[in-house]
């Protein structure tokens, strides 16, 4: 098992262009979850799934993103027409998610994709 | 009001002095409580996990929890360099959504 993965590490790009980031979970995980990070502060929620199914976004996920995990495996998020706001860590995690009480609930992050949106 | 407020920092502390991490909530409903760890240009990766209130120790790792101040800490004893890093308090209902502080920056001196 080789953790979570997440690629590209780093883009950059132009603003108005579209980017896409992937994440590998650990394989038995059945959780996956965003998070957003800029310097300075704490990982903010993005979104989450169950397996396939995208359970709960965030309202800092504006129509200009998108997830996805088909099959409940890898999952991508898509910017599209990035703005220089967007500029930041988006890491992805996942856990097993059997309930909080038996510790199956604590994330494995991966090491991040960071987004420099020029 | 976040629901979670940690102080940035930086701390900056010399080595073998014990450290103390302070986060407060305003979410009763918050059950679960951590502790992550993030290097630079890493993703966090989790110290401790806490259920409800009370102390959990982990070698040199302290986490306490108090619910009827909303208030939980980390402290660090006999601190080294490598301990430098961010710390993220971070919190959970029972649901899935874990919600993080800022983070406060450590460095500890040699």
């Known amino acids: 098992d080789t953790g979570v993965s997440q690629d590209p590490r780093h883009k950059i790009t132009k603003r108005g262009q579209n980017v896409t980031f992937r994440c590998d979970p650990i394989s038995e995980h059945n959780r996956l979850y965003w998070y957003r990070q800029t310097l300075g502060q704490g990982p903010e929620f993005l979104t989450y799934f169950q397996n396939e199914a995208q359970l709960e976004k965030s309202r800092l996920l504006s129509d200009r993103f998108s997830a996805e995990r088909p099959k409940g495996s890898f999952s991508t998020l898509e910017i599209q027409r990035t703005e220089q706001g967007d500029s930041a860590m988006y890491l992805c995690?996942?856990?097993?998610?059997?309930?909080?009480?038996?510790?199956?609930?604590?994330?494995?992050f991966g090491a991040g994709s960071r987004l420099t949106v020029l | 009001q976040k629901e979670v407020e940690q102080d940035p920092g930086p701390l900056s502390v010399p080595e073998g002095a014990i450290v103390s991490l302070n986060c407060t909530y305003s979410?009763?409903?918050?059950?679960?409580f951590m502790w992550y760890r993030q290097y630079s240009r890493k993703g966090p990766e989790l110290l401790m996990y806490?259920?409800?209130?009370g102390n959990k120790e982990d070698g040199r790792f302290t986490a306490q929890v108090d619910k009827s101040s909303k208030y939980i800490s980390l402290f660090i004893r006999d601190s080294q360099p490598s301990d430098s890093a961010t710390y993220l308090c971070a919190m959970i209902t029972g649901g899935f959504k874990t919600i993080f502080g800022a983070g406060t920056r450590l460095f500890v001196k040699a």
């Open positions: 979410n009763s409903a918050f059950q679960y």
């Open positions: 995690a996942s856990s097993l998610g059997e309930g909080a009480r038996s510790g199956a609930n604590v994330l494995t």
């Open positions: 806490t259920y409800s209130s």
